[in-house]
């Protein structure tokens, strides 16, 4: 059990059994009447948004998500594709579920997918990835913070 004011973002939490993950918290101490916490939480089911508050005595079951190791093999389309590198079991993803999580994310990289109950929610980019560039516009006089030429 984790209570209201021991939220921290990326937390998930079951309400109402339904499993909600802390997008974002606030505690509010106002002047007159009792502290609250404000928070964005976000439903893994449908991904639908709610905002709720709540006493930071109130306690709520934290929910057990599993995270595994993935390698992103390619994207098809609206389809991207993953492997277990265990059980070499693949998975695909749309590009709705997704998002643009991906973006920085080459080919045959690890990422960490997010899952509860055997239902996939998110997928978490490695932390740092290496990248090289190909094309940059040219510097113009007078374009830098620096002012040089």
Do not use: W
């Not at 609206?78 to 993803?93: A, R, T």
């Not at 991906?102 to 045959?108: A, G, P, S």
């Amino acid at each position: 059990m984790v209570s209201a004011g021991d939220f921290r973002n990326g937390l998930t939490i079951e309400i109402d059994n339904t499993v909600y993950q802390v997008m974002e918290f606030q505690h509010v101490k106002p002047g007159k009447g009792a502290a609250f916490v404000r928070t964005k939480l976000r439903n893994i089911v449908n991904g639908g948004i709610t905002e709720k508050t709540f006493r930071p005595t109130e306690k709520f079951p934290q929910a057990h998500i599993d995270r595994s190791d993935m390698q992103y093999l390619y994207s098809d389309a609206d389809l991207y594709y993953f492997m277990n590198v265990e059980n070499y079991e693949q998975i695909s993803m749309t590009k709705d579920d997704v998002g643009d999580t991906l973006e920085f994310v080459k080919e045959n990289e690890m990422v960490k997918m997010l899952s509860y109950n055997g239902q996939v929610f998110a997928i978490e980019p490695p932390l740092f990835v290496e990248l090289v560039i190909t094309e940059t516009e040219p510097g113009f006089k007078g374009d830098t913070a620096t002012g040089a030429s």
